[in-house]
């Protein structure tokens, strides 16, 4: 045959909306809310495991179920937060938000920098130790995106 197996990878695609707002030192669009249609490209690295998978896709489209269609915010712009309700005050705006519409990341903003680092270790707290390389790429439009790299 001639061939020899050097390495396994798994490739994933998915889109899903959301809405943010950005805390920027300068004026900018995105100090308002805005939403975007985002796309997420997964690649993660390693060896399959006792199931034969290198990672169970259903992980990755429990963590768009999370996102899609909610209101992205950071954990340091967290004023209240009890069972029910969540309250936002930065950039001059007081959010009063069901909890059930908000996803709080544990970031200093929500840049799509931020959304992939997050949506990266979300991964990672998944991943066996068969998993060697996460790799998430977050497009915000068509033409923009950011990329983040995990590696054991």
Request: net charge negative; glycine share 6%; aromatic share 10%.
């Given at each position: 045959?001639?061939?020899?197996?050097i390495?396994?990878?798994?490739?994933?695609?998915?889109?899903?909306?959301s809405?943010?707002?950005?805390?920027?030192?300068?004026?900018?669009?995105c100090?308002?809310?805005?939403?975007?249609?985002?796309?997420?490209?997964?690649?993660?690295?390693?060896?399959v495991?006792?199931?034969?998978?290198?990672?169970?896709?259903?992980?990755l489209?429990?963590?768009?179920?999370?996102?899609?269609?909610?209101?992205?915010?950071?954990?340091?712009?967290?004023?209240?937060?009890?069972?029910?309700?969540?309250?936002?005050?930065?950039?001059?705006?007081?959010?009063?938000?069901?909890?059930?519409?908000?996803?709080?990341?544990?970031?200093?903003?929500?840049?799509?920098?931020?959304?992939?680092?997050?949506?990266?270790?979300?991964?990672?707290?998944?991943?066996?130790?068969?998993?060697?390389?996460?790799?998430?790429?977050?497009?915000e439009?068509?033409?923009?995106?950011?990329?983040?790299?995990?590696?054991?």
């Amino acid at each position: 045959m001639g061939f020899r197996l050097i390495k396994r990878k798994i490739g994933w695609h998915k889109d899903f909306d959301s809405s943010h707002f950005l805390v920027l030192p300068y004026e900018s669009k995105c100090l308002r809310i805005h939403g975007h249609t985002y796309n997420v490209d997964v690649e993660i690295w390693g060896e399959v495991n006792e199931n034969g998978m290198i990672f169970d896709f259903n992980h990755l489209s429990g963590l768009i179920k999370l996102l899609d269609h909610h209101i992205l915010v950071s954990r340091e712009w967290v004023v209240t937060e009890t069972d029910k309700v969540v309250v936002i005050e930065k950039n001059g705006k007081r959010l009063e938000l069901p909890k059930d519409e908000a996803v709080i990341l544990d970031k200093r903003n929500v840049t799509a920098e931020c959304i992939a680092e997050w949506f990266a270790e979300r991964i990672a707290e998944k991943a066996g130790d068969n998993v060697r390389k996460i790799k998430v790429k977050i497009w915000e439009d068509p033409r923009s995106y950011a990329e983040v790299t995990l590696e054991r």
